[in-house]
């Protein structure tokens, strides 16, 4: 099989992935869009393997947390407990100034799902 690019929504690097328990995927990775608000920020995309497979977007994509400098950040970590929260683990700088350091997020796709309706 030759090599495709993936749908502009999951444009980064160090990308991590685990199935939720309803079969979507969670995909924790750096932005490195060109033109985005969140470039050089921890952010997660939400989809199913087929939004992957045909070039689709997926259901939705969010910053997790907001990078302060640059795009210094993120070799996550993504652990599904069997409750189904992930845990998702990485390094950035998180407040102005200061020196990176490492943060851990968890949440159920439900939780994100709300979020993202929001915006």
């Known amino acids: ?5 993936l749908p502009a929504s999951l444009t980064g690097d160090r990308h991590t992935a685990k199935y939720a328990p309803d079969g979507r995927l ?16 921890w952010v ?4 199913a393997y087929e ?13 997790i947390m ?8 993120c070799y996550p970590g993504v652990e599904l ?5 992930f845990v998702t683990t990485t390094y950035g700088h998180w407040t102005e100034g200061e020196p990176p350091y490492i ?14 309706t929001i915006k």
């Open 66 to 73: 907001d990078n302060t400098k640059g795009s210094d950040c």
């Open 81 to 85: 407990l069997p409750d189904g929260t």
């Open 44 to 47: 997660g995309w939400v989809g």
């Open 103 to 116: 943060v851990c997020v968890r949440f159920k796709l439900g939780e994100l799902d709300c979020q993202a």
């Open 51 to 63: 939004d992957i497979v045909k070039g689709n977007e997926g259901q939705y994509r969010v910053r």
């Open 26 to 41: 969670f995909v924790s990775f750096r932005d490195t869009t060109h033109v985005s608000p969140t470039k050089g920020d």
């Open 1 to 5: 099989m030759e090599p495709r690019e």
